[in-house]
T-cell receptor, first 109, second 115 residues
Framework: GIQVEQSPPDLILQEGANSTLRCNFS?????LQWFHQNPWGQLINLFY???GTKQNGRLSATTVATERYSLLYISSSQTTDSGVYFC???????????FGEGTQLTVNP | NAGVMQNPRHLVRRRGQEARLRCSPM?????VYWYRQLPEEGLKFMVY????????ESGMPKERFSAEFPKEGPSILRIQQVVRGDSAAYFC?????????????FGSGTRLTVV
């Protein structure tokens, strides 16, 4: 099956800092989503981005499908951004989303 | 326009009991997926169902676990004779098509604790 690798596994920031999270995948995909799992365990969909660039407030994402990676940018981080960020992909030939292991983000005040 | 609804949010079962987890997909979605998240881990695929059919159950444990998505009503994930290792968060997702090209919407999960 497809392999999904996220980096870094852990990230600690001071409030106001910017960060970039990376997701590499091993096969062609027709779906890529970024999720934020907050400290209460809720899984929040951030972006549906199989290709191209999208922005939503302080967050933006870019997927370069031909090079099999996606980036999630967080600008001016806030303590409420803390949690785990997951990248999930669907192989073009597959039937389900496969998740990476996540990046644990901690934003300190 | 309610999202994916899962209930209960929290479920406590004693070892040997049965656990039933329910998932109502988004309105108009006929494709349902179940995932399990063990503590401190990512989400692992369990099963993919379309109305009345199991499409892919390659992630389901061979024993004690079953899933259904009847013509009427929610999808049910059933765990018989639960053991401590079944303690996890179980998430359900739904999609409009089976191609996944419209994205997947996840519910808030059911946290199962086996005591």
């Amino acid at each position: 099956g497809i392999q999904v690798e996220q980096s870094p596994p852990d990230l600690i920031l001071q409030e106001g800092a910017n960060s970039t999270l990376r997701c590499n995948f091993s096969d062609s995909v027709n779906n890529l989503q970024w999720f934020h799992q907050n400290p209460w365990g809720q899984l929040i969909n951030l972006f549906y981005i199989p290709s191209g660039t999208k922005q939503n407030g302080r967050l933006s994402a870019t997927t370069v499908a031909t090079e099999r990676y996606s980036l999630l940018y967080i600008s001016s981080s806030q303590t409420t951004d803390s949690g785990v960020y997951f990248c999930a992909v669907r192989q073009t030939s597959g039937s389900r989303l496969t998740f990476g292991e996540g990046t644990q983000l901690t934003v300190n005040p | 326009n309610a999202g994916v609804m899962q209930n209960p949010r929290h479920l406590v079962r004693r070892r040997g009991q049965e656990a039933r987890l329910r998932c109502s997909p988004m309105k108009g979605h006929s494709h349902v997926y179940w995932y399990r998240q063990l503590p401190e881990e990512g989400l692992k695929f369990m099963v993919y169902l379309q109305k009345e059919n199991i499409i892919d159950e390659s992630g389901m444990p061979k024993e004690r676990f079953s899933a259904e998505f009847p013509k009427e009503g929610p999808s049910i994930l059933r765990i018989q004779q639960v053991v401590r290792g079944d303690s996890a968060a179980y998430f359900c997702a739904s999609s409009l098509t089976g191609q996944g090209t419209n994205g997947y919407t996840f519910g808030s999960g059911t946290r199962l604790t086996v005591v």
